[in-house]
């Protein structure tokens, strides 16, 4: 659980504290996870990385309720991978599979299902 929270730290460090400055990712369209249709807040480390918690997750760690439409912005899935895909090529294992779930798994762990 200590990584967990490290991790969440590290992503409110880099969101100012507010979920509000985050990206808001869409991810609409992903056959692969169920708690990928909740959505996930995306927002970059000093360094350009991404950073990404699913909604889900970030809800139950603060006990607010997230609101798309009160982040910075909204971006699909496929948006995200246009922007981060060079990122994306030495980050993640194939094209064949969800990006954001790939990224999501080596940031958080295997387990993050909703």
Known sequence: MDHVYHVFYSFLYA???????????????????????????LVADRDGNPLLIPVWLFEKLTGEVVDKKECIGIICREDFESFYHL??????????????QQ????????NMQG
């Open 15 to 41: 969101a100012g504290g507010d979920w509000r400055n985050t990206f808001y990712i869409d991810c609409l369209s992903c056959q692969e996870s169920v708690s990928c249709n909740t959505g996930h807040l």
């Open 87 to 100: 990122w994306l090529l030495w980050h993640t294992e194939t094209k064949q599979k969800c990006s954001v």
């Open 103 to 110: 990224v999501l798994k080596n940031m958080w762990g295997s």
